[in-house]
């Protein structure tokens, strides 16, 4: 039996993209015979990751044969700011001339610091591979490569790289620090979501042989009944159109404001419903809008996933304008329903997004093209249907767990034959 040792920042009941990401597919895995054991943080909201958190006092907590090691967060001195500097000043010393490797990668063990990683990690000498995920919060994979090194097993990476609208973005510089590149140059495998993000890294220097494009899958719809009297029960009234995750400026939130805001302005009445976390940058967004386009806009905070497939299935379209989503699982849940997409030409989107096949693209930050897209798919309906239906139909040709699940066993048994 492969035992497979994941090393995560994050994984559920933390919510997010990545999270459901490495959850998914660990279930996979074990479905398929595997063994696999999680080493990940206590965190169950981004600010543990610079607040604290204690962790369980069990350990490690069983999930249907999935072994999960929860370990503390230690605090960052000075909170979410502090942390925010931590990480701009690593990015500048990166980019200076020099060799700054191995002061980077001691910076990142507070990129988060999961106490006891190193002593938890040696805990598993019969490991057959190690498989670490997200690159912007970085501390495990510097440790599980150091790990894999020491047991001279396979070390595949996971990176969810944010791409930005060019490799020369800002938000790229989070990705691409010196040590990050040391650590997926030493990778025997990089699996990425989509070809754009498969490009991107072979151009920064990984060898093409070791990319993988593992791509990513949307879980089975739960059943669902009456989602027009779900929706209309929270109060809301269609045409609406929803933006689903992480509400910040990096993801598009605020540009998606503005387009309803210019829709309204022409005389096209459009409502934006946000469900999702927010950010402390949309809190503040928000509190400066007039009353008039608030009353247009509609933040749910975290919802469960019944009012989210409701709500996914009721829209004209899902809004992802975001410029940091390497793959986008809600995109492949809106398609399940036959609902288009409207994303950002950033980042993994335009590796997903084929524009004017199942969804349309429009440049990051461009609110008058946002609008534009909005407006065109609300007013037509044959349109809406057909994008719709087309991304229905590549999901169920390329994205389902099945099928993620076998390219990357296949990958695992190339690296360990």
């Known amino acids: 039996m492969v035992h497979v040792l994941f090393v995560t920042p994050g994984f559920p009941p933390l919510t997010g993209g990545g999270e ?39 350990r490690p907590q069983c999930e249907d044969g999935l072994a999960i090691w929860r370990l503390p967060l230690r605090p960052f001195p000075g909170g979410r700011p502090a942390l925010l500097a931590w990480r701009k000043l690593m990015v500048l010393l990166s980019m200076l001339p020099g060799e700054r490797r191995v002061l980077l990668e001691r910076m990142a ?78 990778a025997d495998a990089v699996h990425v979501m989509t070809r754009v993000e498969a490009e991107g890294f072979v151009s920064w220097g990984v060898q093409p042989r070791r990319v993988v494009e593992a791509g990513g899958g949307v879980d089975q719809l739960p059943p669902l009944q009456n989602t027009r009297d779900r929706v209309a029960e929270l109060g809301i009234r269609p045409p609406f159109v929803l933006f689903l995750g992480r509400a910040t400026y990096d993801k ?28 402390p940058d949309f809190v503040a967004f928000c509190a400066r809008l007039d009353a008039e386009t608030r009353s247009h806009v509609r933040t749910l905070g975290l919802v469960d996933e019944t009012t989210k497939h409701a709500l996914l299935a009721e829209a004209s379209a899902l809004l992802l304008p975001s410029r940091t989503d390497s793959l986008g699982i809600v995109m492949l849940e809106a398609w399940s329903h036959g609902t288009p997409v409207v994303g950002a030409a950033a980042g993994g989107i335009p590796g997903v997004v084929d524009h004017g096949e199942n969804g349309l693209l429009v440049p990051f930050g461009d609110v008058a093209a ?48």
Do not use: C
């Open 20 to 58: 459901r990401y490495a959850h998914a597919l660990a279930r996979a895995l074990l479905d398929a015979g595997s063994r696999v054991t999680v080493v990940t943080s206590s965190a169950e909201g981004e600010h543990d990751f610079w607040r604290g958190r204690a962790a369980p006092a069990e």
């Open 109 to 186: 063990r507070r990129v988060p610091f999961m106490i006891g990683l190193p002593q938890t990690l040696a805990r598993f000498p019969d490991v057959s591979l190690v498989h670490g995920f997200n690159i912007s919060w970085e501390y495990g994979l510097v440790a599980a490569s150091q790990f894999a090194r020491q047991r001279r097993v396979p070390l595949v990476i996971t990176p969810f790289a944010h791409l930005g609208e060019s490799r020369r973005a800002r938000v790229a510089h989070n990705s691409l620090m010196q040590h990050q590149r040391a650590i997926l140059a030493g």
């Open 252 to 279: 598009g939130a605020q540009h998606a404001v503005r387009a309803i805001q210019l829709l309204h302005q022409q005389g096209k009445p459009v409502r934006l419903v946000l469900a999702g976390p927010t950010a």
């Open 370 to 417: 946002l609008a534009g897209s909005v407006r065109l798919l609300v007013t037509d309906g044959e349109l809406r249907r057909r994008l719709g239906e087309q991304g229905r139909e590549k999901v169920a040709r390329r994205y389902t767990w099945s099928q993620v699940r076998d390219r990357v066993l296949d990958s695992y048994r190339q690296l360990l034959d």
